[in-house]
């Protein structure tokens, strides 16, 4: 007769718990989505910060390197590499601030506007594409309710 203690084995994981938790649940959808953002992205070479970045400036033009810090939550010292990279790439430029004469503002470029019209709108299709289960309804309710977190 075997003596020894029988050891338990998983042959299916409970995530009960972790599913009743809006951090994991917010973890896991924006995990499914930012795999499709960084596979459509990879054509207009952007990572998901490059792009908040490229987006805000196209939408805010003359923006400077601290309201983009404050609004995307960055550092300063991280945003200065993305502001140089983007402006080799010719997608932004920097020309001096019409008021604070320290300070520079942020302006897309002709070829940055270009890219990003054509990024925003693959943007906008990837999550309809990454969120089939949801109705236009339910995905704007779903922004509504994240909104709600943290503004």
């Given at each position: 007769?075997?003596?020894?203690?029988?050891?338990?084995?998983?042959?299916?994981?409970?995530?009960?718990?972790?599913?009743?938790?809006?951090?994991?649940?917010?973890?896991?959808?924006?995990?499914?989505i930012i795999e499709v953002f960084l596979q459509?992205?990879?054509?207009?070479?952007?990572?998901?910060?490059?792009?908040?970045?490229?987006?805000?400036?196209?939408?805010?033009?003359?923006?400077?390197?601290?309201?983009?810090?404050?609004?995307?939550?960055?550092?300063?010292?991280?945003?200065?590499?993305?502001?140089?990279?983007?402006?080799?790439?010719?997608?932004?430029?920097?020309?001096?601030?019409?008021?604070?004469?320290?300070?520079?503002?942020?302006?897309?470029?002709?070829?940055?506007?270009?890219?990003?019209?054509?990024?925003?709108?693959?943007?906008?299709?990837?999550?309809?594409?990454?969120?089939?289960?949801?109705?236009?309804?339910?995905?704007?309710?779903?922004?509504?309710?994240?909104?709600?977190?943290?503004?």
């Amino acid at each position: 007769m075997d003596t020894q203690p029988q050891i338990p084995f998983v042959d299916k994981v409970n995530t009960r718990y972790l599913e009743t938790l809006l951090g994991y649940n917010a973890r896991r959808a924006a995990l499914t989505i930012i795999e499709v953002f960084l596979q459509r992205m990879a054509v207009y070479e952007l990572r998901i910060v490059d792009f908040s970045v490229l987006s805000l400036v196209t939408h805010n033009p003359g923006i400077t390197s601290r309201q983009l810090c404050t609004t995307l939550g960055i550092l300063a010292p991280n945003l200065v590499g993305m502001v140089d990279a983007l402006e080799k790439r010719d997608l932004i430029a920097r020309k001096p601030h019409p008021l604070d004469g320290r300070a520079m503002g942020l302006h897309p470029t002709p070829a940055g506007l270009s890219m990003m019209r054509n990024a925003e709108k693959t943007a906008a299709q990837l999550e309809v594409d990454s969120t089939p289960r949801l109705s236009d309804a339910e995905r704007k309710t779903l922004l509504q309710l994240l909104k709600k977190v943290y503004k």
